[in-house]
């Protein structure tokens, strides 16, 4: 099952910046994804001490890691923000190109996504966000199962994703494009 969508009208970010704030949706091509309710405990901890790993390993490099809620804006191409039909908040994102942060988020392809699966979103982020990241050309693309004990690695080659390498969260996992970062996967599934 995947989340629901808001309506079958197509949408852009000037209706996504009009829409009350204790609603959450992500739009992709136009539609607005309905985003569940709050992550359970688990699933925040997991995040939260990936990006912990990640923000100390990249202190002082160019590249910013950013957790959700942060906007990431895919236009298509030139077009203004208020037209941009597609603004997701992944988990987390890494950004090693200053020029596309500004103060609503980040616009253009993060160069690292890390989605951390969980029962109301998974096909979602296996399916939608993984066909999209893809066309938009985002580098690497972690998929954290946390139940399953998997992480599902996807690198961006020739402008397509490959099959995934698939490793249990055990020991460690460094970043293929931002090899400085290297998961403990003790540290994020300690009780």
């Given amino acids: 099952m995947g989340l629901s969508q808001r309506d079958r009208d197509r949408h852009t970010y000037a ?30 901890e997991v995040a939260g001490e990936v990006f912990r790993q990640i923000a100390d390993a990249l202190e002082g490099s160019p590249c910013r890691p950013y957790i959700a809620p942060f906007d990431v ?15 997701v908040q992944p988990d987390i994102s890494v ?3 200053k020029a596309k942060l500004d103060e609503r988020g980040c616009r253009g392809a993060p160069d690292w996504i890390i989605e ?3 029962p109301a979103t998974a096909g979602h982020d296996q399916i939608i966000k993984r066909s999209l990241y893809e066309r938009v050309g985002v580098r690497e693309y972690w998929l954290v199962h946390p139940t ?6 996807y690198l961006l080659e020739n402008a397509a994703y490959g099959k995934p390498i698939v490793q ?13 970062v290297v998961i403990d996967w003790a540290r994020v599934l300690r009780e």
């Fill in 15 to 44: 209706d996504y910046r009009r829409w009350p704030e204790d609603v959450h949706y992500e739009l992709i091509d136009g539609f607005a994804y309905a985003m569940g309710p709050a992550p359970a405990r688990r699933h925040q």
């Fill in 73 to 87: 804006r895919l236009p298509q191409a030139d077009e203004s923000d208020d037209r941009v039909d597609t603004v």
């Fill in 95 to 97: 950004i090693c190109d």
């Fill in 116 to 118: 951390v699966l969980s």
């Fill in 148 to 153: 399953d004990r998997v992480v599902s690695i």
């Fill in 168 to 180: 249990e969260l055990d020991g460690t996992t460094s970043a293929t494009i931002l090899p400085q």
